[in-house]
């Protein structure tokens, strides 16, 4: 398959994303409902960094048993990759929340000045504010995950694999969708914008069309179990940020249903990609 054809498959695998994306615009639900569907993004996640960490063993056994000393050095990769994927975003939102209080107005004419904005601009930034944060994490964590599923196609579509190219292409396709409803889950209520449900959809689903086009000319495990140990990483620090949104919108009750309808979707879907032989 040609190099454009290639890109052209791991743009509509990555870019299904978009179609799970509009759920945010809906109305605010009701409390239970956000901690399910709060819940339910845990629960795909949870089975993300299950796949992804799967994927990378995978990868590390079969080098420890030709090479001992490669495998080993992918085992350190992995380690080295989920340290940095989850001290990377804690910096990142270190910085950006540093440069938010830097601009917040202080001192006696900080509450006219915040009464002086227009209403409409307050009602914007305010509620959006944390929501959007943790929305725009998931879908790092949900990039980096999606740039080795990239790597998958643009192998594949190399190698002249083409039954398990279309595979590859129809089932990651399908399971961004289930991303793009992980991605959301925080902005329940809110109504983002669709510039900036565009911009999650770039993120989260972009780098499957970059990972397809890196893919295509070179193989490498290294890149391969380095991308997936950023992904997990990134992962682990998002769960524990949905976790403290979890706790703050309460309903307790149904969030323990909410994770485990989650983490059946996302095995589900990969289930359906091992039946078809993908």
Not at 54 to 78: F, K, M, P, Q, V
Not at 127 to 141: D, E, T, Y
Not at 236 to 243: N, S
């Amino acid at each position: 398959m040609s190099f454009a054809g290639t890109a052209g498959l791991g743009a509509v695998a990555g870019f299904t994303i978009l179609l799970g994306l509009p759920v945010a615009r809906i109305g605010r639900p009701g409390t239970a409902r956000l901690s399910f569907l709060n819940a339910a993004s845990i629960g795909i996640l949870l089975f993300i960094f299950f796949d992804v960490i799967r994927s990378a063993s995978e990868t590390i056994t079969g080098a420890l048993d030709h090479d001992r000393a490669r495998g080993t050095g992918y085992a350190a990769l992995l380690a080295a990759g989920l340290t940095v994927g989850v001290l990377g975003l804690i910096v990142f939102e270190r910085f950006t929340l540093g440069r938010r209080r830097k601009g917040m107005p202080s001192g006696p004419g900080a509450m006219a000045m915040a009464v002086a904005l227009p209403a409409a601009t307050a009602k914007r930034r305010e509620p959006l504010a944390p929501a959007a944060r943790v929305a725009l994490l998931i879908a790092v964590g949900i990039g980096l995950h999606n740039f080795s599923e990239g790597l998958a196609i643009g192998q594949s579509a190399r190698a002249g694999t083409y039954s398990l190219l279309y595979l590859l292409v129809i089932g990651f396709g399908l399971h961004n969708i289930t991303e793009g409803f992980g991605i959301t889950a925080p902005l329940s209520g809110h109504r983002p914008t669709w510039r900036f449900l565009g911009l999650l959809g770039l993120i989260g689903g972009g780098p499957t069309l970059v990972g397809a086009v890196a893919g295509y000319p070179f193989q490498s495990a290294a890149v391969s179990v380095l991308f997936l140990a950023l992904a997990a990483g990134a992962i682990v620090y998002v769960i524990g940020e949905l976790q403290h949104a979890g706790r703050k919108i309460g309903a307790h009750h149904v969030a323990g249903m909410g994770i485990l309808a989650g983490f059946l979707a996302g095995y589900a879907t990969d289930l359906l990609l091992h039946a078809a032989g993908a």
